[in-house]
């Protein structure tokens, strides 16, 4: 069956789904997205993914008012259409259609397009294996900070990382690990510490990163916000992705040497556990 999807403000089978070829999203990246995982058919950090949509439109001057197109019904009647238990709602706005001129235009209404996708996310087979990962440098643009469509040296970077026959890349800049290609990166140290990147325009600002810092500082675990480097990385006891749909999920080797004992760790088990206890605790349906 044709999934449901939602296009500027029309339900419709995602077959007949139409953008603008001159839609900016398309031809400048001039567009924004968030992704909303669904667990038990509900919505998990709605609202936060909400605030990071505003800040994300505010950045870019892309004149969009979520309160006038009430986008928690939208993402709720798409999981209820396409009978969703477990899966993402994806949502991107661009600035809209207009003549291609690298000057944005004025005026422009904005695009707006959502649909789900159906994936294992609690009992993801990489979250019980762990994930391989390798080091590239991060020669992404300098705002981050932004969830931008712009994506497609990440994209370069996990091809390359699955063709050597991993799963996936983390990106380094002045010697310090950045993140991954669509995750945020963290490290447990020998003596329990949690270790991750503080917030600038470096990293994407994780929704799932900051749910899992106040859930692991709640459970008594010192978490720290600095730089790591690669070194650190490799000789820490574990090492873990968050991200919105990998939720926590275990990095056993680093540039083909073991992270800890080379399987997923105790540590970020518990961490898992944790965000998926208090994520279902606070779904919205």
């Not at 469509?149 to 799963?167: C, F, H, I, N, R």
Request: hydrophobic share 40%; proline share 5%.
């Amino acid at each position: 069956m044709s999934r449901i999807v939602h296009v500027n403000g029309s339900f419709l089978p995602e077959e007949s789904a139409r953008l603008s070829i001159f839609d900016r999203g398309l031809l400048f990246a001039d567009a924004v997205y968030e992704v909303t995982a669904v667990i038990d058919g509900g919505l998990v950090d709605f609202d936060a993914h909400q605030r990071r949509l505003r800040r994300s439109l505010g950045e870019l001057g892309i004149a969009f008012d979520p309160d006038a197109w009430d986008l928690l019904g939208v993402h709720r009647e798409l999981v209820q259409r396409n009978d969703l238990q477990e899966g993402l709602v994806y949502l991107q706005i661009s600035r809209g259609a207009a003549d291609r001129d690298f000057v944005q235009p004025t005026g422009a209404e904005p695009s707006v397009i959502l649909f789900t996708q159906s994936l294992p996310l609690l009992d993801a087979p990489a979250a019980a294996r762990g994930l391989r990962v390798i080091t590239r440098p991060d020669l992404r643009w300098h705002r981050r900070d932004i969830k931008t469509t712009q994506l497609l040296y990440p994209s370069m970077m996990k091809s390359a990382a699955v063709e050597m026959g991993v799963d996936d890349v983390w990106m380094v800049e002045n010697g310090d690990i950045t993140e991954g290609s669509s995750s945020n990166a963290h490290i447990i140290t020998v003596d329990g510490q949690l270790i991750t990147r503080p917030l600038s325009h470096d990293i994407l600002h994780g929704i799932t990163r900051a749910a899992v810092l106040d859930y692991a500082a709640e459970a008594g675990i010192e978490v720290v916000e600095r730089p790591f480097s690669v070194a650190e990385a490799r000789s820490a006891r574990e090492a873990f992705a968050t991200s919105a749909t990998a939720f926590v999920t275990p990095v056993v080797e680093i540039d083909g040497g073991p992270v800890g004992d080379g399987v997923p760790g105790p540590g970020t088990d518990r961490i898992r556990a944790l965000y998926i206890e208090r994520s279902r605790e606070r779904l919205q349906f």
